[in-house]
């Protein structure tokens, strides 16, 4: 898919979810490199630069996104020539890929030893991360239930109930106000995440402090499943992550409320460091304390040379 229609439907969230965002955005700049016809660096870098501003444009919360596309363009303006350019965007994207999904497959790994037979866990919004632990766990032989929030307005709870159901997983929908209710039957929680702050803090879908609110009442353990490159560097110098509003339309139709009645609509929310008890990452499980330095581990320095 070429730039514009990709970051048109990360915008619709036709693609969404942090992971895949930040692999549609990878993906459409090596579109961009291998389809490239034009014969100067000058104009490849600028059109580099606007592909990249239109993708960082699409979604402003996930910093996958971003250490995605900065991951792919990172280094290109030094080259000699056109010809380096292209390759380079085209083994950058292509290397971020492949850790990426490589990085969800070993946190389904690390995450499913802290799965017990016995266990009821709940999991919030739709994570393919915190998904690929439960589908783990189920396969290596774990007997576990699950409850698994709606997930207002866009309901993506429904897309984690049927990929767990269809793995043979015992799972429950539960409407998001029901947390609390269903809290004292489980013992675990897992979510995924779209950012994570230098001091541990967890941007993921709104409601998602809620549950860990709840949790850390009832006493259940609350992990995050995030791949390193949900690791804001930005954040460490102070910047505070955008949340995402979205059209209010999502809530309610037009018409269905009276005129003068405003909506508002934030599709995330933060949960303090204090209600996480362990980030799982495909560097292995770490404490919301070590994100600093894991991310510096990571991303690397060069992540921390701030770009716009
Ligand atoms: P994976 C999603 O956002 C949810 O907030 C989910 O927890 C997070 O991305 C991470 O998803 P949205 O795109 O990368 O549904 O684990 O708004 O798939």
Redesign the pocket.
Known sequence: MDVASTAEAIRS?EI??????ARAGASALLDLAQSYHGEDEASFLAELDAAKRTLLDS?PT?V?LWNGVHAVVRGVKDQPDLASMLALVESNAQRFITRSEEA?RQISLIGAKRIQDGDVIIT???????VGVLKEAYAQGKRFKVYATESRP?R?GIITVNELAEAGIDVTLIIDSAVRSVMKYANKVF????TVTSHGALI??VG?SQVALAAKEARVQFYV?A?TY?FSPMTLFGDMVTIEERDTEEVAKDGEVRPEVKIFNP??DSTPAAYIDAIITEAGMISPGSVYQVMVESLGEEAFRMED
């Not at 969404?16 to 965002?21: F, K, T, V």
């Not at 919030?124 to 915190?130: D, G, L, M, P, Q």
């Not at 979510?191 to 779209?194: E, H, R, S, Y």
């Open positions: 969230m969404r979810g942090a992971g895949r965002i979604r996930a996958s969800v919030h919004c739709n994570s393919s991360a915190a866009w993506q979510v995924g995440a779209d993921n879908k998602t499943c791949e949900k599709v995330f």
